[in-house]
């Protein structure tokens, strides 16, 4: 099964699809769709989900993964994200692939195994659990993998419960 996992941002979208076969993961592909910073905002998410879009056609994941994001102290800032998720949510949808959605906690915890793990130990260990990502392209596109890893753990739990993300299994 190939999954695709992505960590949305406005200016760098990192992707990242695995191969998910039981327990046995295999590293496909990875990299990032950056948008242009001097182009207006509407032109960028444009740019984020064609770049998707052209990621989606031509690795062909079944399902995709998208990392929670975090309020950040600039409410700006965070409207911007915001908008640029919305784009990451909706383009796969619009490949009628499902969507998970994952706390950023819960992937490190997935990954590291800790809750709480710096973005070099997440890296590090998507090199370790996909040797042949190599260095993936970016930190963008490792945490990426990172959301993809997440969700081949995660998701016959998911699928058991009848849930799309975990809020609905805990609550």
């Not at 076969?21 to 242009?36: E, K, M």
């Not at 070099?120 to 042949?132: G, N």
Request: aromatic fraction near 4%; glycine fraction near 8%.
């Amino acid at each position: 099964m190939r999954l695709l996992g992505l960590d949305p941002g406005l200016q760098h979208t990192g992707w990242g699809v695995i191969e998910a076969d039981g327990s046995r993961l295999s590293f496909v592909a990875a990299g990032t769709v950056n948008s242009d910073s001097k182009r207006p905002l509407a032109e960028r998410l444009v740019q984020i989900h064609d770049g998707l879009r052209t990621v989606i056609d031509q690795w062909e994941p079944v399902e995709a993964a998208v990392e929670e994001t975090f309020v950040n102290k600039n409410p700006t800032s965070t409207l911007k994200l915001g908008l640029a998720r919305g784009v990451v949510l909706l383009t796969p949808a619009l490949f009628n692939l499902k969507v998970a959605e994952y706390p950023a906690n819960l992937i490190k915890k997935s990954v590291v195994g800790a809750g709480h793990a710096a973005k070099e130990q997440v890296q590090m260990m998507v090199r370790v659990l996909l040797p042949a990502s190599g260095d993936a392209d970016s930190a963008d596109a490792a945490d990426a993998l990172a959301v993809a890893i997440c969700h081949a753990h995660h998701r016959a739990t998911l699928k058991t419960w009848g849930a799309k993300d975990f809020r609905e299994v805990l609550r």
